[in-house]
Structure formats: structure tokens, C-alpha cells
């Protein structure tokens, strides 16, 4: 959390994005906030996101947060794969809390094929995943193994003109101004110039892409 509000309530407000490469394969991931106060952050994440790690402690178990994003992502169709993290702890209760996870999605009417979530074991501090509690304890790579297999990849228009969502703004001293979203055709190319419209197809503004970050 890099606010001062944030550090300062202790919970995050905005969605932190970053990416990283595992066999060959681009994996963006984004933070998103779980409070309910921030609802329009939660859904502007959610439409540029193809599947979700949905993460809960080992020992307090689903919270009220938990329940809420959830809900969002199931309502959008994503596939979760669930996450039960800091297993490490000494009052860990990783079977009470699959139930209680199990039972929290069949409340909030999940489907068939989202009931049907995998699961994986982890502790953040140890750096390691799992996908069963009896397997060597080594590294996350598990976790990304889980993530390539079960999330299908991004669906886009390659041959067609360039257009992309943006859900979040920043600035940059150096850079300007940086727009963060989901492309859906196209490919973005460094000084391509490109148009802002708003929801009627109207142009807002030009500019032209000076740096891409990915």
C-alpha cells in the first residue's frame, strides 16, 4: 500500500498491477482492494482480469472482504482458483476453513464449473505453494504452474485496429501520464498516436504512446 491513506487505515484503496514472465508466459496480476467502501475500484479491476486467486488465512478464514470481491467475480463468470495461505501458522485449520469456503461459494451461487476450484497451500512468509499439504515444501513455482493451467489466455482481436480499456490513471514526474487497462484489439506500438472516446464514440482528446510497460 503506497498511499498515505492506505499506510494509514492499514487496507488498500487502490489496485497495484505488475507482471512477470514464467515459461514464456506473461502472467499480469493485480491487487485488488477488498473493502466494500471501494466497490467501483473492485468492478473497474475485475473487467480486465481473466481469472482470480482468491487468498484466505489459514486460521481466520473467509473474511467480510473475502465474501465481497468474490461475489463480483463470480457474478463476471471468472473461475477462481483459492489460495489458503499462511499455513505456517501454529493455529492453522486448513480443512475447517476449505468447508467454510466451499460453503461461502455455494451461498453466493456459484456455478458448477467455479464450484469445482482448485486449491493450493502456501505460506507467504516461507515463499512456498502447494497443491497438496503432504507434498516438499520448495518454492511458489506451484502456484504459477496452477494459474497457466487453469486461467485460458486473454481473448483479442490481433488483426484489427488498436483499442484498449483503461481503468486506472496515474502520473509520473518523468513518464507523464500513465493508463493502466486491458487491451481488447489491436497491438499498442511506442509513438503510435491514439484517440480517448467516451462512451458515445465521441473523441475526448489525442496523444501519442511514448513508453509501454508491461
Not at 497491438?187 to 475526448?204: C, E, F, S, Y
Request: aromatic share 6%; net charge negative; glycine share 8%.
Amino acid at each position: 500500500d503506497s498511499n498515505d491513506l492506505e499506510r494509514e487505515r492499514g487496507i488498500t484503496i487502490l489496485a497495484k498491477c505488475t507482471s512477470l514472465i514464467w515459461n514464456d508466459v506473461r502472467i499480469n496480476i493485480v491487487d485488488t482492494p477488498g473493502h466494500a467502501d471501494f466497490g467501483g475500484e473492485v468492478e473497474r479491476i475485475l473487467s480486465m482480469v481473466d481469472g482470480v486467486v482468491v487468498l484466505v488465512d489459514a486460521a481466520e478464514g473467509p473474511m467480510p472482504q473475502t465474501k465481497f470481491v468474490l461475489s463480483k467475480a463470480l457474478k463476471l463468470g471468472l473461475r477462481p482458483i483459492v489460495v489458503i495461505n499462511k499455513i505456517d501458522r501454529h493455529d492453522a485449520r486448513p480443512k475447517e476453513v476449505l468447508e467454510e469456503i466451499f460453503d461461502l461459494f455455494m451461498a453466493l451461487d456459484a456455478n458448477d464449473d467455479q464450484l469445482d476450484f482448485p486449491i493450493a497451500y502456501a505460506s507467504g512468509r516461507g515463499g512456498w505453494t502447494v497443491r497438496d499439504l503432504s507434498e516438499d515444501r520448495v518454492d511458489i513455482a506451484p502456484l504459477f504452474d496452477l494459474i497457466i493451467s487453469h486461467v485460458h489466455a486473454p481473448k483479442t482481436i490481433e488483426n484489427a485496429a488498436f483499442s484498449m480499456l483503461i481503468t486506472t490513471r496515474e502520473y509520473d514526474p518523468y513518464l507523464g501520464r500513465v493508463l493502466t487497462g486491458r487491451i481488447h484489439s489491436g497491438t499498442a506500438k511506442i509513438n503510435m498516436p491514439v484517440r480517448v472516446l467516451n462512451r458515445d464514440g465521441q473523441i475526448v482528446e489525442t496523444g501519442r504512446i511514448n513508453k509501454l510497460l508491461a
